[in-house]
């Protein structure tokens, strides 16, 4: 069964880095999606992109965040300083249409930013 | 520093039983709801959904059911099961809309 996979399973980084977070959306989904998990909070959505831009983002991504689908497969979240308050688990996920269909989520990246 | 986090709900059934988990919704203009699991360091993973224009949807052991009235949406698990065991979070979009709002969540312990 086709799934979302992430890269890495865990980052850690130092505040002030750059990090880029890694996404390989099931092959035939064409909108993309980042949310995060603050530890033992509810799941927030972050952005949503489709056709190479993106069609929804919340507040919380903000100029700090940017997304990128380099090539055919891989969809990817950079954070150009990173925070201590982005630690957080980073959830990419896919689904072949928008607008209200099922979203297929992703294991995940822990980031950790000491 | 001290990282404050929310209280998450939680249910406690025995093996076998059935399980209720409720969640209220936020918009009323919401017309698509999702029901995910999450188990400890693992993505939401579907489970079942609805949409606005029915009020009662089942899966394999499953059932979803929506109140529109009160924006209130349940989650049956029939013959609960210890692999059920997990955090168990509403979502809910709109049409037009390309992002979902999770709910809080509920722990669901199964015990054996």
């Known amino acids: 069964e086709p799934e979302v996979t992430q890269t890495p399973s865990h980052q850690v980084t130092q505040m002030g880095q750059e990090v880029i977070l890694r996404c390989v959306p099931i092959?035939?989904?064409?909108?993309f999606y980042w949310y995060r998990q603050i530890l033992g909070q509810k799941v927030e959505f972050l952005v949503s992109?489709?056709?190479?831009?993106?069609?929804?983002k919340s507040e919380i991504f903000d100029d700090q965040f940017s997304v990128e689908r380099p090539d055919g497969s891989n969809f990817t979240l950079k954070i150009r300083s990173t925070k201590l308050e982005d630690s957080a688990m980073y959830f990419c996920?896919?689904?072949?249409?928008?607008?209200?269909?099922?979203?297929?989520f992703g294991p995940g990246t822990r980031l950790t930013v000491l | 520093g001290e990282s404050v986090g929310l209280h998450l709900p939680t249910l406690s059934v025995q093996e076998g039983d059935n399980s209720i988990i409720n969640c209220a919704y936020s918009?009323?203009?919401?017309?698509?709801f999702i029901w995910y699991k999450q188990e400890s360091g693992k993505g939401p993973q579907f489970i079942i959904d609805?949409?606005?224009?029915?009020d009662k949807r089942q899966g394999q052991r499953v059932t979803v059911l929506l109140n529109k009235t009160v924006k209130h949406l349940s989650l049956q698990i029939a013959a609960t099961q210890p692999g059920d065991s997990a955090v168990y979070f509403c979502?809910?979009?709109?049409?037009?809309?390309?992002?979902?709002?999770f709910g809080t969540g509920t722990r669901l312990t199964v015990i054996p």
């Open positions: 992109f489709y056709n190479n831009e993106i069609s929804e």
């Open positions: 918009n009323s203009a919401s017309d698509y």
């Open positions: 979502a809910e979009t709109q049409t037009g809309a390309n992002n979902l709002f």
């Open positions: 092959s035939n989904h064409l909108y």
């Open positions: 996920a896919s689904s072949f249409q928008g607008q209200g269909n099922e979203q297929f």
């Open positions: 609805i949409r606005s224009n029915m």
